[in-house]
């Protein structure tokens, strides 16, 4: 592993989360879509690169994204291109169409990864995963709970700029200076969940108190725990943060959370007695959210998808 020696622009916290956010070169990975059904009589739509491998790698995006977010379609042509299958899922709501349900996704939502996984497990002799944000509090969640017994053939797990402590991350992402990036998930959330209780109007939704919500805590606590079965928000974030389950990882993984990502609480860095020897964890000062880029163009691989695929070989 090398540090990660950022330009100047992207020592900014900010800068380095927005910057390769909005306008890093775009690309479009040669996608194959695959529709699977799930036991609820759902859907859920992967969006696939296959190169006839016997390793595959499951892409996790983090909240509101899909298979077109710019981290996610990056990382995806180099895996491709290292001659990977690749695996992008879309979770429920993320693909361009709305999915036939009531529930959408969650930060913990380990149960249609699960699905994924069941439906490629007898495709492929190894399927690594990689989970960004949301996603990779999943991935780790997953980790340290179902895989752990599973005869799932994963092998790798890998989170970038993990909220492993939901609670925690709440709370910062409903400070002052994360505002911007809290009106933005809200005015996505908070559409889509009108839209929901549009469609299921004897749902439990109260729409109002969904409209009015200003924070994630109270988004949480009249949509996603409800939805989701969970009795509150503060239920749903003990029952889906990864950081109680990491010391039970068995996988081998890899945790690169930034000292700089103002999304993440001080929780989010843990100390080692908090974590499985099968992590390798890395705190570098500077990355932001997602960020990593190694020049103002960014036009070079970035650091964090360096890390990754040395880590996968």
Same mark, same amino acid.
């Given at each position: 592993?090398?540090?990660? /020696?950022?330009?100047?622009?992207?020592?900014?916290?900010?800068?380095?989360?927005?910057?390769?956010?909005?306008?890093?070169?775009?690309?479009?990975?040669?996608?194959?879509?695959?529709?699977?059904?799930?036991?609820?009589?759902?859907?859920?739509?992967?969006?696939?690169?296959?190169?006839?491998?016997?390793? =595959?790698?499951?892409?996790?995006?983090?909240?509101?994204?899909?298979?077109?977010?710019?981290?996610?379609?990056?990382? =995806?042509?180099?895996?491709?291109?290292?001659?990977?299958?690749? $695996? =992008?899922?879309?979770?429920?709501?993320?693909?361009?169409?709305?999915?036939?349900?009531?529930?959408?996704?969650?930060?913990?939502?380990?149960?249609?990864?699960?699905?994924?996984?069941?439906?490629?497990?007898?495709?492929?002799?190894?399927?690594?995963?990689?989970?960004?944000? $949301?996603?990779?509090?999943?991935?780790?969640?997953?980790?340290?709970?179902? $895989?752990?017994?599973?005869?799932?053939?994963?092998?790798?797990?890998?989170?970038?700029?993990?909220?492993?402590?939901?609670?925690?991350?709440?709370?910062?992402?409903?400070?002052?200076?994360?505002?911007?990036?809290?009106?933005?998930?809200?005015?996505?959330?908070?559409? /889509?969940?009108?839209?929901?209780?549009? /469609?299921?109007?004897?749902?439990?939704?109260?729409?109002?108190?969904?409209?009015?919500?200003?924070?994630?805590?109270?988004?949480?606590?009249?949509?996603? =725990?409800?939805?989701?079965?969970?009795?509150?928000?503060?239920?749903?974030?003990?029952?889906?943060?990864?950081?109680?389950?990491?010391?039970?990882?068995?996988?081998?993984?890899?945790?690169?959370?930034?000292?700089?990502?103002?999304?993440?609480?001080?929780?989010?860095?843990?100390?080692?007695?908090?974590?499985?020897?099968?992590?390798?964890?890395?705190?570098?000062?500077?990355?932001?959210?997602?960020?990593?880029?190694?020049?103002?163009?960014?036009?070079?691989?970035?650091?964090?998808?360096?890390?990754?695929?040395?880590?996968?070989?």
């Amino acid at each position: 592993m090398v540090d990660y /020696k950022p330009p100047l622009l992207h020592r900014s916290a900010h800068l380095s989360t927005i910057i390769p956010n909005l306008f890093r070169p775009s690309l479009t990975p040669r996608y194959e879509r695959v529709t699977i059904p799930t036991p609820d009589q759902d859907f859920l739509d992967i969006d696939g690169i296959f190169k006839e491998s016997k390793t =595959a790698v499951l892409l996790l995006h983090g909240l509101e994204g899909s298979s077109m977010s710019r981290y996610i379609s990056s990382i =995806a042509m180099q895996l491709a291109q290292e001659g990977y299958d690749v $695996l =992008a899922m879309n979770q429920r709501g993320c693909s361009g169409r709305d999915n036939l349900k009531l529930r959408t996704y969650h930060s913990g939502n380990t149960e249609d990864v699960l699905t994924v996984l069941s439906h490629f497990a007898n495709s492929y002799e190894t399927i690594h995963i990689i989970g960004f944000s $949301l996603g990779g509090n999943i991935a780790l969640r997953l980790a340290g709970t179902d $895989l752990r017994t599973s005869q799932l053939p994963v092998e790798k797990i890998v989170g970038v700029s993990v909220p492993i402590d939901l609670k925690g991350c709440a709370i910062e992402l409903g400070r002052f200076r994360n505002k911007i990036y809290l009106l933005r998930f809200l005015r996505s959330l908070k559409s /889509k969940a009108i839209a929901k209780a549009e /469609k299921f109007p004897d749902s439990m939704i109260d729409l109002k108190k969904i409209e009015n919500a200003k924070s994630f805590f109270a988004f949480d606590e009249y949509f996603t =725990a409800p939805v989701h079965g969970f009795e509150s928000a503060l239920h749903y974030y003990e029952q889906c943060s990864a950081l109680p389950v990491l010391r039970d990882v068995k996988n081998p993984a890899l945790l690169i959370n930034a000292r700089n990502d103002t999304f993440l609480s001080q929780s989010c860095y843990p100390r080692a007695e908090r974590l499985s020897n099968s992590i390798f964890y890395i705190d570098p000062d500077y990355g932001g959210h997602v960020g990593f880029a190694r020049n103002h163009r960014m036009h070079k691989q970035f650091w964090h998808e360096e890390q990754i695929l040395n880590f996968l070989k």
